[in-house]
């Protein structure tokens, strides 16, 4: 739909006329838990994108690709990383660049009218302005005061005094919509918002960190179990909470660098009350500076939508909200480096939040960024559409996948592709804005020896060099009945079924 005109509400849901197109936008956060959004169970505060999940649909089975870069590939190509050489799977290397055949979401929509706007992480192969975006704002970041790389429109530019990536990034989504109003009311846009908050390193603004106070002073164990709690409430989830699991630390191994965050620092998730004072001071810094940088994407989520509603857009936009993969359990110092003597949170510290308030961030789920539990691969998605879904605060049990996001969006759009030489995987979420859909689709996983595939209510997960582990998630979402010996053949068949997704990607990739 075109800024200022109001649609009718299409009587066969999954199909838009030229009139009803709507404006598009996707809100991406970095590292974000499954339950850290208010509405999602969680105590930092986000009234704003609370009031979009009460007026609008939260995903309670919505998965990512544990991790940044396949996500982000998944997200824009409608294709499994691995599919795309933009992920390695087995002997299948990638992180290479796309095949030409597998495009990007915005050369998609513009035949339907479109324009397309990027701002702040990218983290896919090629640049954005080369990938049919009209406007972009590049960041290439080592924290949220110090961008790498900074790029407008495909030119490098010095980051502003008070340089601060959240902020930037909404203040470059609000330029290009004003500029979308100014020149181009009669077209409707789509709207990449890619901030790179709550990503390490764990850098946020002085008054932000004064709001949050000593809320997290109680310590991990209770946050945790207050989330818990919060989310039966709500309804978001079924079954058991998962055992926090103490022997679990970073997925990668930087110990070296681990030194020089001095003693306060913990590896893994062991009981707060086995903590010295000092290691609990230390932790209770982190989370407060994460929920900090979470609330402030909330502030800036609030100012995007004032100038939808000043562009008198809001209506007829539909808004997604999601993270690229749960909350991070990895610890080291990268960049620019970590200098104990700075601020907590301020440009020359470098923390990260580690696997004790990981564990918490992704309650009630096991494992995190990375792995593909559902720790690490279910992310919150929230839709927002005040035109066409009624049902405002309902929660949809419907599966799916960030590879849905291409197909629903196209559908949205009306926007039908030539005939692909690779048929997209994933599936038009469209239908599910009316009604929860039918489970019994097929997921798949791989990233760094971390595979799964979901079948229906089955899921068969394993993480590196360990293991196949199978779970009913009808009955245990968070995983934590392992039932691998109860049903050898239900192993048997999902195992064949990741297997099967493999061999198709070793056919795909085979093809120009």
């Not at 396949?70 to 799977?89: E, H, K």
């Not at 994460?290 to 994407?297: F, K, T």
């Not at 995007?304 to 080291?332: P, R, W, Y």
Request: glycine share 8%; hydrophobic share 35%; charged share 25%.
């Amino acid at each position: 739909m075109c800024v200022g005109v109001a649609a009718e509400e299409s009587t066969v849901p999954g199909v838009m006329t030229a009139e009803q197109k709507p404006n598009i936008v996707i809100i991406l956060v970095d590292d974000m838990g499954y339950s850290d959004l208010g509405c999602y169970g969680g105590e930092i505060n986000t009234p704003t994108i609370d009031r979009l999940a009460s007026n609008g649909l939260r995903y309670s089975q919505f998965y990512n690709s544990a991790r940044c870069t396949p996500t982000r590939a998944a997200l824009l190509s409608g294709y499994y990383a691995q599919q795309i050489n933009r992920d390695t799977v087995l002997d299948i290397m990638g992180k290479g660049a796309r095949p030409k055949w597998a495009r990007l979401l915005p050369d998609y929509l513009k035949p339907a009218g479109y324009r397309s706007y990027h701002s702040g992480k990218w983290h896919i192969d090629g640049k954005p302005m080369g990938n049919g975006f009209d406007r972009s704002l590049y960041i290439d970041n080592h924290g949220e005061f110090s961008p790498k790389v900074l790029l407008k429109n495909g030119k490098r530019i010095e980051p502003k005094d008070g340089f601060y990536a959240t902020t930037a990034v909404a203040d470059h989504v609000i330029e290009v919509l004003k500029e979308h109003q100014n020149k181009h009311a009669d077209k409707p846009f789509f709207s990449y918002v890619a901030f790179t908050a709550p990503h390490f390193p764990l850098h946020a603004l002085p008054e932000d960190i004064e709001r949050v106070g000593d809320r997290y002073k109680v310590g991990w164990d209770v946050i945790r179990a207050q989330r818990w709690e919060r989310l039966q409430e709500l309804g978001l989830v079924k079954g058991s909470l998962s055992k926090v699991e103490y022997d679990q630390g970073p997925p990668f191994d930087f110990s070296e660098q681990l030194t020089v965050l001095g003693e306060g620092e913990v590896t893994h998730p062991v009981p707060w009350n086995n903590l010295t004072e000092k290691q609990k001071a230390f932790q209770q810094v982190k989370m407060t500076i994460h929920a900090a940088m979470v609330e402030r994407v909330d502030i800036e989520v609030s100012r995007i939508i004032k100038q939808l509603k000043a562009m008198n857009a809001f209506e007829d936009t539909v808004i997604f909200f999601l993270s690229d993969n749960g909350a991070s359990a990895e610890m080291m110092v990268r960049g620019h480096g970590h200098d104990p003597d700075a601020a907590p949170g301020s440009a020359g510290s470098y923390l990260c939040l580690g696997p004790g308030w990981s564990t918490v961030a992704n309650t009630p789920f096991r494992k995190h960024k990375v792995w593909a539990h559902e720790g690490g691969s279910c992310t919150p998605l929230i839709v927002h559409w005040p035109n066409q879904i009624s049902q405002h605060g309902a929660i949809r049990e419907t599966p799916g996948h960030v590879i849905d996001m291409v197909p629903t969006i196209l559908d949205l759009a009306g926007a039908t592709p030539a005939k692909k030489k690779v048929p997209f995987p994933g599936q038009s979420l469209l239908p599910s804005f009316k009604k929860d859909l039918g489970d019994n689709r097929t997921f798949w996983w791989s990233h760094r020896g971390n595979h799964a595939v979901r079948n229906g209510n089955w899921k068969l997960v394993k993480s590196n060099n360990e293991p196949w582990e199978l779970y009913n998630l009808k009955e245990d979402r968070a995983e934590t009945n392992n039932l691998v010996d109860q049903y050898p053949e239900k192993v048997k068949e999902l195992e064949k079924q990741w297997e099967a997704q493999v061999e198709q990607i070793r056919q795909v990739r085979k093809l120009k």
